[in-house]
Protein backbone atom coordinates (compact mmCIF):
# COMPACT_ATOMS: atom_id res chain seq x y z
CA UNK A 1 0.00 0.00 0.00
CA UNK A 2 1.28 3.37 -0.89
CA UNK A 3 2.17 5.27 2.14
CA UNK A 4 1.81 9.09 2.82
CA UNK A 5 4.81 11.02 1.10
CA UNK A 6 5.89 12.18 5.00
CA UNK A 7 6.65 8.49 5.55
CA UNK A 8 8.71 8.09 2.59
CA UNK A 9 11.52 9.72 4.80
CA UNK A 10 11.45 8.17 7.69
CA UNK A 11 13.64 5.83 8.80
CA UNK A 12 13.76 3.84 12.26
CA UNK A 13 15.82 5.71 14.81
CA UNK A 14 19.73 4.70 15.89
CA UNK A 15 17.62 3.10 18.82
CA UNK A 16 15.23 1.39 16.98
CA UNK A 17 17.82 -0.34 14.92
CA UNK A 18 19.56 -1.78 18.07
CA UNK A 19 16.07 -2.99 19.56
CA UNK A 20 15.62 -4.50 16.16
CA UNK A 21 18.97 -6.03 15.88
CA UNK A 22 18.52 -7.75 19.08
CA UNK A 23 15.29 -9.11 18.75
CA UNK A 24 17.05 -11.39 16.06
CA UNK A 25 19.52 -12.61 18.26
CA UNK A 26 19.98 -14.79 21.43
CA UNK A 27 22.10 -14.21 24.52
CA UNK A 28 22.48 -10.73 24.42
CA UNK A 29 22.70 -8.72 27.51
CA UNK A 30 20.63 -6.00 27.05
CA UNK A 31 21.57 -2.28 28.51
CA UNK A 32 19.77 -0.72 25.40
CA UNK A 33 16.44 -0.76 27.17
CA UNK A 34 14.89 2.08 29.81
CA UNK A 35 12.73 0.49 31.36
CA UNK A 36 12.94 -1.09 35.39
CA UNK A 37 14.51 -4.51 35.01
CA UNK A 38 11.45 -4.71 38.58
CA UNK A 39 8.06 -5.77 38.48
CA UNK A 40 4.99 -3.62 39.43
CA UNK A 41 4.62 -4.56 43.06
CA UNK A 42 1.70 -7.30 43.38
CA UNK A 43 -0.57 -4.72 46.04
CA UNK A 44 -0.69 -2.52 43.31
CA UNK A 45 -1.95 -5.37 40.71
CA UNK A 46 -4.59 -6.52 43.27
CA UNK A 47 -5.99 -3.32 43.65
CA UNK A 48 -6.36 -3.11 39.82
CA UNK A 49 -8.20 -6.49 39.84
CA UNK A 50 -10.25 -5.31 42.77
CA UNK A 51 -11.56 -2.59 40.70
CA UNK A 52 -12.04 -4.35 37.76
CA UNK A 53 -14.13 -7.48 39.82
CA UNK A 54 -16.32 -4.31 40.68
CA UNK A 55 -16.98 -3.05 37.82
CA UNK A 56 -14.71 -0.76 36.81
CA UNK A 57 -14.86 -1.25 33.20
CA UNK A 58 -16.59 1.68 31.72
CA UNK A 59 -14.88 4.89 30.03
CA UNK A 60 -13.40 7.10 32.31
CA UNK A 61 -13.63 11.00 32.91
CA UNK A 62 -11.39 12.72 30.31
CA UNK A 63 -9.06 14.69 32.24
CA UNK A 64 -8.23 11.97 34.35
CA UNK A 65 -10.15 10.24 37.96
CA UNK A 66 -10.00 12.83 40.32
CA UNK A 67 -8.24 10.50 42.62
CA UNK A 68 -5.39 9.99 40.60
CA UNK A 69 -4.93 13.58 39.92
CA UNK A 70 -5.32 14.46 43.71
CA UNK A 71 -2.51 11.82 43.98
CA UNK A 72 -0.05 13.36 41.71
CA UNK A 73 -0.66 16.27 43.41
CA UNK A 74 -0.18 15.29 47.15
CA UNK A 75 2.77 12.57 45.32
CA UNK A 76 4.49 16.22 44.08
CA UNK A 77 3.65 18.04 47.02
CA UNK A 78 5.11 15.77 49.47
CA UNK A 79 8.19 14.79 47.78
CA UNK A 80 9.16 18.46 45.88
CA UNK A 81 7.09 20.85 47.57
CA UNK A 82 5.07 21.76 44.29
CA UNK A 83 1.87 22.42 44.70
CA UNK A 84 -1.14 22.22 42.09
CA UNK A 85 -4.65 21.67 41.92
CA UNK A 86 -6.40 18.70 41.26
CA UNK A 87 -7.81 21.22 38.19
CA UNK A 88 -4.44 22.09 36.77
CA UNK A 89 -3.65 18.16 36.01
CA UNK A 90 -4.17 15.95 32.90
CA UNK A 91 -3.99 11.69 33.24
CA UNK A 92 -2.19 11.22 29.70
CA UNK A 93 -1.38 7.45 28.25
CA UNK A 94 2.18 7.11 29.46
CA UNK A 95 4.36 10.12 29.57
CA UNK A 96 5.10 9.50 25.94
CA UNK A 97 1.37 11.22 25.23
CA UNK A 98 1.75 14.16 27.09
CA UNK A 99 4.06 16.39 24.26
CA UNK A 100 1.77 15.92 21.54
CA UNK A 101 -1.34 16.87 23.13
CA UNK A 102 0.71 19.88 24.91
CA UNK A 103 2.36 20.29 21.47
CA UNK A 104 -0.83 20.62 19.54
CA UNK A 105 -3.04 22.95 22.29
CA UNK A 106 0.29 25.21 22.15
CA UNK A 107 2.11 25.43 18.91
CA UNK A 108 0.91 26.98 16.11
CA UNK A 109 2.46 26.03 11.73
CA UNK A 110 6.12 27.02 12.25
CA UNK A 111 6.42 27.63 15.32
CA UNK A 112 9.93 26.56 17.33
CA UNK A 113 10.85 24.61 19.82
CA UNK A 114 14.14 24.47 21.73
CA UNK A 115 15.35 20.79 21.88
CA UNK A 116 18.34 20.17 23.95
CA UNK A 117 21.24 17.75 22.91
CA UNK A 118 21.45 15.09 23.72
CA UNK A 119 17.68 14.51 23.49
CA UNK A 120 14.96 12.14 24.22
CA UNK A 121 14.29 11.05 20.32
CA UNK A 122 10.33 11.21 20.29
CA UNK A 123 10.36 14.77 21.29
CA UNK A 124 11.68 15.74 17.89
CA UNK A 125 9.08 13.71 15.48
CA UNK A 126 6.18 15.12 17.98
CA UNK A 127 7.24 19.04 17.40
CA UNK A 128 7.37 17.88 13.84
CA UNK A 129 4.22 15.70 13.83
CA UNK A 130 2.22 19.07 15.71
CA UNK A 131 3.18 21.65 13.09
CA UNK A 132 6.04 22.80 14.67
CA UNK A 133 9.75 23.15 13.85
CA UNK A 134 12.85 21.43 16.34
CA UNK A 135 15.36 23.60 17.43
CA UNK A 136 18.46 20.99 18.28
CA UNK A 137 20.76 23.04 20.93
CA UNK A 138 24.51 21.66 20.92
CA UNK A 139 25.11 21.26 24.58
CA UNK A 140 29.04 20.18 26.12
CA UNK A 141 29.81 17.41 28.74
CA UNK A 142 31.60 20.01 30.57
CA UNK A 143 28.68 22.15 31.30
CA UNK A 144 26.58 19.05 32.15
CA UNK A 145 25.04 18.62 29.14
CA UNK A 146 23.02 21.82 30.29
CA UNK A 147 22.81 24.75 27.53
CA UNK A 148 24.39 28.40 28.39
CA UNK A 149 22.62 31.28 27.48
CA UNK A 150 24.62 32.33 24.91
CA UNK A 151 23.44 29.30 23.09
CA UNK A 152 19.94 29.67 23.94
CA UNK A 153 20.32 33.12 22.89
CA UNK A 154 22.11 32.10 19.66
CA UNK A 155 19.47 29.57 18.83
CA UNK A 156 16.34 32.09 19.56
CA UNK A 157 14.39 33.66 17.03
CA UNK A 158 10.93 35.62 16.70
CA UNK A 159 9.39 32.25 16.09
CA UNK A 160 10.62 30.31 18.95
CA UNK A 161 7.58 29.48 21.52
CA UNK A 162 9.08 27.29 24.22
CA UNK A 163 11.87 24.59 24.93
CA UNK A 164 12.18 21.42 26.72
CA UNK A 165 13.79 20.46 29.61
CA UNK A 166 14.64 17.45 30.78
CA UNK A 167 16.24 16.49 33.99
CA UNK A 168 17.35 14.19 35.56
CA UNK A 169 18.15 13.70 31.73
CA UNK A 170 17.64 10.65 29.41
CA UNK A 171 20.06 9.93 27.62
CA UNK A 172 22.93 11.64 29.31
CA UNK A 173 21.50 10.94 33.39
CA UNK A 174 22.57 14.06 34.28
CA UNK A 175 21.07 16.69 36.45
CA UNK A 176 20.96 20.53 35.52
CA UNK A 177 22.40 22.86 38.63
CA UNK A 178 19.86 25.16 40.42
CA UNK A 179 21.53 27.76 39.48
CA UNK A 180 21.78 26.80 35.50
CA UNK A 181 18.11 26.34 35.84
CA UNK A 182 17.36 29.83 37.43
CA UNK A 183 19.34 31.34 34.21
CA UNK A 184 17.06 29.73 32.02
CA UNK A 185 13.78 30.44 34.09
CA UNK A 186 15.00 34.00 33.20
CA UNK A 187 15.60 33.20 29.82
CA UNK A 188 12.08 31.84 29.01
CA UNK A 189 10.50 34.97 30.80
CA UNK A 190 12.55 37.85 28.94
CA UNK A 191 11.21 35.36 25.64
CA UNK A 192 7.76 34.82 26.79
CA UNK A 193 8.54 31.40 26.78
CA UNK A 194 6.66 28.08 27.41
CA UNK A 195 8.84 24.97 29.14
CA UNK A 196 7.93 21.59 28.67
CA UNK A 197 9.79 20.49 32.30
CA UNK A 198 9.62 16.34 31.66
CA UNK A 199 10.81 15.38 35.43
CA UNK A 200 9.76 11.41 34.94
CA UNK A 201 13.10 10.56 36.48
CA UNK A 202 12.39 12.58 39.45
CA UNK A 203 12.62 9.79 42.20
CA UNK A 204 16.06 8.59 40.50
CA UNK A 205 18.39 11.34 42.03
CA UNK A 206 22.04 10.83 43.17
CA UNK A 207 23.13 14.43 43.40
CA UNK A 208 21.76 16.93 45.64
CA UNK A 209 18.14 17.13 45.45
CA UNK A 210 15.76 17.22 42.04
CA UNK A 211 15.06 20.55 41.35
CA UNK A 212 11.48 21.01 40.33
CA UNK A 213 11.30 23.61 37.45
CA UNK A 214 7.60 24.69 38.09
CA UNK A 215 8.80 25.57 41.42
CA UNK A 216 10.98 28.56 40.23
CA UNK A 217 9.58 32.02 41.22
CA UNK A 218 7.55 32.81 37.99
CA UNK A 219 7.40 29.25 35.98
CA UNK A 220 4.65 27.66 37.36
CA UNK A 221 2.31 29.90 35.08
CA UNK A 222 4.64 29.54 32.06
CA UNK A 223 5.85 25.37 32.67
CA UNK A 224 3.77 22.18 31.89
CA UNK A 225 5.45 19.90 34.38
CA UNK A 226 5.28 16.49 32.79
CA UNK A 227 5.94 13.21 34.44
CA UNK A 228 4.69 9.54 35.21
CA UNK A 229 4.31 6.40 37.59
CA UNK A 230 5.99 4.24 34.86
CA UNK A 231 10.05 4.81 35.97
CA UNK A 232 9.52 5.41 39.67
CA UNK A 233 6.77 2.51 40.24
CA UNK A 234 7.96 0.42 37.79
CA UNK A 235 4.66 0.55 35.76
CA UNK A 236 5.82 0.59 31.76
CA UNK A 237 2.97 -1.64 30.83
CA UNK A 238 0.04 0.44 32.88
CA UNK A 239 0.72 3.21 30.45
CA UNK A 240 -0.09 6.19 32.94
CA UNK A 241 1.44 9.50 32.95
CA UNK A 242 0.27 13.06 34.13
CA UNK A 243 1.03 16.54 33.50
CA UNK A 244 0.38 19.77 35.31
CA UNK A 245 -0.08 22.72 33.50
CA UNK A 246 -2.04 26.14 33.60
CA UNK A 247 -5.98 25.41 33.14
CA UNK A 248 -6.37 26.84 29.86
CA UNK A 249 -4.04 24.41 28.56
CA UNK A 250 -5.28 20.94 30.52
CA UNK A 251 -8.88 21.86 28.67
CA UNK A 252 -7.57 22.11 25.48
CA UNK A 253 -5.88 18.78 26.08
CA UNK A 254 -9.01 17.20 27.16
CA UNK A 255 -10.09 18.05 23.81
CA UNK A 256 -7.97 17.08 22.14
CA UNK A 257 -7.60 13.66 23.64
CA UNK A 258 -11.15 13.76 23.23
CA UNK A 259 -10.82 12.63 19.51
CA UNK A 260 -7.74 10.91 20.25
CA UNK A 261 -7.85 8.23 22.89
CA UNK A 262 -11.08 9.25 24.82
CA UNK A 263 -9.44 9.01 28.49
CA UNK A 264 -6.58 6.55 29.67
CA UNK A 265 -7.28 2.85 30.73
CA UNK A 266 -9.70 2.92 33.56
CA UNK A 267 -8.07 0.09 35.80
CA UNK A 268 -4.28 1.51 35.02
CA UNK A 269 -5.44 4.92 36.49
CA UNK A 270 -7.23 3.41 39.93
CA UNK A 271 -3.44 1.42 40.09
CA UNK A 272 -1.87 4.49 39.18
CA UNK A 273 -3.51 6.56 42.19
CA UNK A 274 -2.89 3.41 45.08
CA UNK A 275 0.53 3.25 43.69
CA UNK A 276 1.09 7.44 43.91
CA UNK A 277 -0.87 7.13 47.13
CA UNK A 278 1.19 4.36 49.18
CA UNK A 279 4.79 3.18 47.68
CA UNK A 280 6.93 6.01 49.05
CA UNK A 281 9.36 3.70 50.74
CA UNK A 282 9.47 0.95 47.75
CA UNK A 283 10.60 3.83 45.11
CA UNK A 284 13.09 4.68 47.42
CA UNK A 285 14.50 1.45 47.83
CA UNK A 286 14.55 1.03 44.23
CA UNK A 287 16.25 4.61 43.55
CA UNK A 288 19.21 3.05 45.87
CA UNK A 289 19.48 0.00 43.91
CA UNK A 290 20.03 1.97 41.02
CA UNK A 291 22.70 4.15 42.49
CA UNK A 292 24.37 0.90 43.78
CA UNK A 293 24.30 0.05 40.27
CA UNK A 294 25.17 2.90 38.35
CA UNK A 295 27.97 3.55 40.89
CA UNK A 296 29.57 0.07 40.74
CA UNK A 297 29.03 0.66 36.51
CA UNK A 298 30.43 3.80 36.76
CA UNK A 299 33.98 2.61 38.46
CA UNK A 300 34.09 -0.31 35.89
CA UNK A 301 33.81 1.95 32.66
CA UNK A 302 36.31 4.30 34.02
CA UNK A 303 38.83 1.54 34.20
CA UNK A 304 38.47 0.45 30.34
CA UNK A 305 40.77 1.28 27.81
CA UNK A 306 39.65 4.34 26.04
CA UNK A 307 36.30 4.74 28.10
CA UNK A 308 35.54 7.86 30.56
CA UNK A 309 32.30 7.95 32.45
CA UNK A 310 30.88 10.62 34.32
CA UNK A 311 29.54 9.88 38.00
CA UNK A 312 26.32 8.93 37.93
CA UNK A 313 23.51 11.97 38.88
CA UNK A 314 20.21 11.05 38.31
CA UNK A 315 17.92 8.47 36.02
CA UNK A 316 19.37 4.83 35.56
CA UNK A 317 21.50 5.96 32.79
CA UNK A 318 25.09 6.61 32.00
CA UNK A 319 26.25 8.46 29.31
CA UNK A 320 30.04 7.30 28.87
CA UNK A 321 32.17 8.63 26.33
CA UNK A 322 33.84 6.02 24.23
CA UNK A 323 35.73 8.69 21.55
CA UNK A 324 39.17 7.31 23.25
CA UNK A 325 38.51 3.91 21.94
CA UNK A 326 38.83 5.59 18.37
CA UNK A 327 35.13 4.70 17.05
CA UNK A 328 32.32 6.42 16.15
CA UNK A 329 28.98 5.53 18.49
CA UNK A 330 28.04 3.60 16.07
CA UNK A 331 31.18 1.55 15.22
CA UNK A 332 31.29 1.11 18.94
CA UNK A 333 27.70 -0.22 19.56
CA UNK A 334 27.37 -2.18 16.19
CA UNK A 335 30.93 -3.93 17.07
CA UNK A 336 30.26 -4.24 20.62
CA UNK A 337 27.14 -6.38 19.87
CA UNK A 338 28.27 -8.66 17.39
CA UNK A 339 31.55 -9.24 18.86
CA UNK A 340 30.86 -9.48 22.56
CA UNK A 341 27.02 -9.20 22.17
CA UNK A 342 26.06 -6.44 24.84
CA UNK A 343 23.54 -3.80 23.67
CA UNK A 344 23.54 0.05 24.15
CA UNK A 345 22.29 2.77 22.37
CA UNK A 346 24.60 4.64 20.06
CA UNK A 347 25.06 8.25 21.95
CA UNK A 348 24.25 10.00 18.10
CA UNK A 349 20.97 8.93 18.29
CA UNK A 350 19.83 11.62 21.05
CA UNK A 351 21.42 14.53 18.59
CA UNK A 352 24.69 15.42 17.45
CA UNK A 353 26.21 16.15 20.79
CA UNK A 354 25.89 12.60 21.72
CA UNK A 355 28.46 11.68 18.96
CA UNK A 356 31.80 10.16 21.04
CA UNK A 357 29.26 8.90 23.42
CA UNK A 358 27.08 5.61 24.27
CA UNK A 359 23.69 5.17 26.52
CA UNK A 360 23.67 2.22 29.46
CA UNK A 361 20.82 1.72 30.92
CA UNK A 362 21.83 0.15 34.50
CA UNK A 363 17.76 -2.07 34.22
CA UNK A 364 19.60 -5.36 34.88
CA UNK A 365 20.83 -7.12 37.96
CA UNK A 366 24.19 -6.15 39.26
CA UNK A 367 24.94 -9.67 38.76
CA UNK A 368 24.24 -9.40 34.73
CA UNK A 369 25.90 -5.77 34.69
CA UNK A 370 28.79 -7.45 36.03
CA UNK A 371 28.77 -9.68 32.94
CA UNK A 372 28.31 -7.30 30.69
CA UNK A 373 31.09 -5.09 32.17
CA UNK A 374 33.59 -7.71 31.62
CA UNK A 375 32.44 -8.57 28.00
CA UNK A 376 32.54 -4.73 27.84
CA UNK A 377 36.53 -4.41 29.38
CA UNK A 378 37.50 -7.81 27.15
CA UNK A 379 36.08 -5.93 23.84
CA UNK A 380 37.67 -2.54 24.36
CA UNK A 381 41.48 -4.24 25.26
CA UNK A 382 41.73 -4.21 21.17
CA UNK A 383 41.95 -0.17 21.04
N1 LIG B 1 10.20 10.99 29.03
C1 LIG B 1 11.40 10.41 29.10
C2 LIG B 1 12.60 11.26 29.26
C3 LIG B 1 11.53 9.02 29.02
O1 LIG B 1 12.74 8.46 29.09
C4 LIG B 1 10.37 8.23 28.84
C5 LIG B 1 10.43 6.73 28.71
N2 LIG B 1 11.57 6.18 28.23
C6 LIG B 1 9.15 8.89 28.77
C7 LIG B 1 9.09 10.26 28.87
C8 LIG B 1 7.85 8.17 28.53
O2 LIG B 1 7.50 7.32 29.51
P1 LIG B 1 6.17 6.44 29.44
O3 LIG B 1 6.62 5.03 29.41
O4 LIG B 1 5.42 6.79 30.67
O5 LIG B 1 5.43 6.82 28.20
Not at 44 to 57: C, L, M, R, W
Not at 109 to 117: K, R
Not at 269 to 296: C, H, L, P, S, W
Not at 361 to 376: Q, V, Y
Request: a negative charge; hydrophobic letters at 40%.
Amino acid sequence: MELAKKFSVQKPSGMIRVFQAIEKMQGVLNLSIGEPDFATEPDIVDEAAKFAKEGFTHYPPLQGFLEVREAACAYWERHHGFKADPDEVYISVGGLHIPWLAFGALLNPGDEVMLIEPYFTPYEAQIRGTGGVPVAIKTREENNFAPTIDELRAAWTPKTRGIILNYPDNPSGRVASLKQLEEIAKFVEEKNMFVLSDEIYESMIFKGEHVCFANIPGMKERTLLASGVSKSHCMTGWRIGYVFAPKNVINTMCVLSSHQTYGVNTLSQKAAAYAMNTQDEKVKARAKIFGERMKAVEARLNSMKGVKCHPAEGAFYLFPDISGTGLTSEEFTWQLLNDAKVAVVPGNAFGQSGEGYIRIACTLSMEDLMKSMDKMENFCKKF
